[in-house]
């Protein structure tokens, strides 16, 4: 069985600072990691993707989002909050070779303070 | 903007009354999904479809049901509603033929059900 895990159900950071949000995941097999974010009254919008290669993967808006295999983590990152990237933050994962069963996290609450 | 449609955007309605939420993808998607988003802000999936003529329950048990016979057009149709279905609901859609393709999410339904 795969699952994810946002171990934050929210984080405040001020305006300009870096911003981390946290994910790991456990699957059998190879992973696909994404994200998504929600803003309110609004579906979820796709972020970024790992797939294999650069651990590093840059995506929308300025995130990104580094795969560490060894501590099954993907942590979303932004090097400078704004306060527009407030919302609520979801990681999933799905496993190479079979169906697309996609697993989400339970979210995180980012709050971005000016 | 969201190539994928959801109506009604919300809708109360009263217990024992048969609805239906739409939903319809202008990509060409094969697979879709139905998703049902609680309070805490979890996904849960309810229902999924690889194409026409394909549905499958999801990992939450649902008393909805979905058919697939356009592409384009995966429904949701709950006989008879109850205050326990009061949730949003989210529809997705993603390419085929892998699975490392991002979802692609509608607005989402919200549904009061009294």
């Known amino acids: 069985a795969q699952s994810v895990a946002q171990p934050e159900d929210q984080v405040n950071v001020a305006e300009g600072n870096p911003l981390t949000v946290k994910c790991t995941y456990s699957?059998?097999?190879?992973?696909?990691l994404f994200w998504y974010v929600q803003y309110p009254n609004r579906g979820l919008q796709f972020l970024l993707k790992?797939?294999?290669?650069?651990?590093l993967v840059k995506g929308s808006y300025g995130f990104e989002a580094e795969f560490n295999k060894s501590q099954t983590s993907f942590h979303l990152k932004k090097p400078s909050a704004l306060v527009s990237d407030s919302a609520l933050y979801f990681c999933a994962v799905s496993v190479s070779g079979g169906y697309q069963k996609v697993t989400f996290g339970t979210g995180t609450k980012l709050q971005v303070i000016p | 903007e969201a190539d994928i449609y959801q109506t009604p955007r919300y809708l109360v309605i009263g217990t024992g009354k048969k609805i239906t939420l739409e939903c319809s993808q202008t990509m060409g998607h094969d697979k879709m999904y139905w998703y049902q988003q609680d309070p805490g802000m979890e996904l849960h999936l309810i229902h999924y479809?690889?194409?026409?003529?394909?549905?499958e329950k999801g990992d939450l048990s649902s008393e909805s049901t979905v058919s697939r016979i356009r592409t384009e057009h995966f429904p949701l149709t709950l006989e008879s509603a109850r205050p326990s279905h009061t949730s949003q609901y989210l529809c997705a859609s993603s390419k085929g033929g892998g699975d490392n393709s991002p979802l692609h999410f509608g607005n989402g339904t919200r549904l009061t059900v009294t």
């Open positions: 479809s690889y194409g026409v003529n394909s549905t």
């Open positions: 699957v059998s097999g190879n992973p696909y």
């Open positions: 790992y797939i294999t290669g650069d651990n």
